[in-house]
């Protein structure tokens, strides 16, 4: 479940539109040395503009650190996610700067909380319909971040 706003015109910072967003998405992570994970994944998500319910499809990598708490049975991750971002009516990148706690259920199984901030930005696309009328117009906004996760390793 996430929240995000955006404007048409990046130096008025007018907010043009928002809109509460909800979905899913899958993630992998990859211990690469000491504290240094690499995460990738893509998400489906969903939010309503016009009386319509539109998807929204992201793919993103996120390099990260990892901090033992408890004696290893809380991790809390910090990092940079960046992603591309198209749906019906934009195509976009974004950067998100973020934190993460996870706890460790087991040596298999865990859950956590992930929250970031994403910065985005990009221009009005469609797959469907060529913008015969001019320039596209650009969109800049933010975007919360929030997920709730079940994770499991598959290999130690």
């Not at 240094?36 to 996120?62: D, I």
């Not at 195509?91 to 998100?96: I, Q």
């Not at 910065?119 to 001019?134: I, V, Y």
Request: glycine fraction near 12%.
């Amino acid at each position: 479940i996430g929240y995000r706003f955006y404007n048409s015109e990046k130096t008025t910072g007018i907010i043009k539109d928002n809109h509460i967003t909800y979905g899913a998405e899958a993630e992998a992570n990859i211990h690469l040395f000491n504290n240094m994970y690499l995460g990738a994944g893509a998400g489906l998500s969903y939010y309503k503009a016009g009386g319509e319910t539109l998807p929204v499809k992201n793919l993103y990598v996120q390099p990260s650190l990892a901090f033992n708490l408890n004696n290893g049975r809380a991790v809390f991750f910090t990092g940079l996610r960046t992603e591309l971002i198209f749906d019906d009516r934009f195509f976009g990148y974004g950067v998100a700067p973020f934190v993460r706690i996870q706890y460790n259920l087991s040596e298999k199984y865990c859950l956590g909380y992930h929250f970031g901030a994403n910065m985005f930005g990009g221009e009005k696309w469609s797959l469907h319909a060529s913008n015969t009328t001019g320039p596209s117009p650009e969109y800049y906004g933010l975007s919360l971040v929030n997920y709730l996760y079940i994770g499991f390793r598959l290999h130690k």
